[in-house]
């Protein structure tokens, strides 16, 4: 599997911003931990990237169309305002799954609506890095059910 891993606005921040929340660890540590899961679980190629540009967000998603077999997104705070996100998502047509470090459903209210979400198969929210192994997982065990049937 290629894998692109995108994440929003702020996440360059972690291990800065709002500790008491999104924890203690940076986004180099973020992006380390993503590809010891990838060496563990036996992704072929992972991608990293990382904006707080809505544009390249989108940008990326496009250049994944033909070149990746899987996305996962933490869209961050473009999940509940960017329809472009949204639509890109739609428009490559990848497995993609949504991840949140934080319980986005047990924060403020606009933090409910998730726009990303509705082109993504499934959500892992609240499990701060782990979120990220297990989307992996899920996207490992739904291409590897594809490819079992004939
Ligand atoms: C976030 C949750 C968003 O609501 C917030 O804007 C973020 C991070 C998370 O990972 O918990 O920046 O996506």
Same mark, same amino acid.
């Given at each position: 599997?290629?894998? %692109?891993?995108?994440?929003?606005?702020? %996440?360059?921040?972690?291990?800065?911003? =709002?500790?008491? %929340?999104?924890? =203690?660890?940076?986004?180099?540590?973020?992006?380390?931990?993503?590809?010891?899961?990838?060496?563990?679980?036996?992704?072929?190629?992972?991608?990293?990237?990382?904006?707080?540009?809505? +544009?390249?967000?989108?940008?990326?998603?496009?250049?994944?169309? +033909?070149?990746?077999?899987? $996305?996962?997104?933490?869209?961050?705070?473009?999940?509940?305002?960017?329809?472009? $996100?949204?639509?890109?998502?739609?428009?490559?047509?990848?497995?993609?799954?949504?991840?949140?470090?934080?319980?986005?459903?047990?924060?403020?209210?606009?933090?409910?609506?998730?726009?990303? +979400?509705?082109?993504?198969?499934?959500?892992?929210?609240?499990? +701060?890095?782990?979120?990220?192994?297990?989307?992996?997982?899920?996207?490992?065990?739904?291409?590897?059910?594809?490819?079992?049937?004939?």
């Amino acid at each position: 599997m290629k894998l %692109l891993v995108i994440n929003g606005p702020n %996440l360059n921040m972690l291990g800065i911003r =709002e500790r008491g %929340l999104y924890g =203690e660890r940076s986004y180099d540590q973020l992006v380390e931990y993503i590809h010891q899961c990838c060496r563990e679980l036996g992704v072929e190629e992972v991608e990293c990237f990382q904006s707080n540009h809505e +544009g390249a967000i989108v940008d990326a998603i496009q250049a994944a169309y +033909g070149v990746k077999d899987a $996305i996962v997104i933490n869209p961050a705070a473009y999940t509940h305002t960017s329809v472009a $996100i949204l639509d890109a998502l739609k428009a490559v047509n990848l497995p993609a799954v949504e991840v949140h470090l934080t319980d986005v459903d047990s924060r403020e209210e606009f933090r409910r609506i998730s726009y990303a +979400g509705l082109a993504c198969q499934t959500r892992f929210s609240g499990l +701060g890095f782990a979120g990220y192994r297990k989307a992996i997982e899920y996207l490992l065990d739904l291409q590897s059910s594809k490819e079992k049937k004939p």
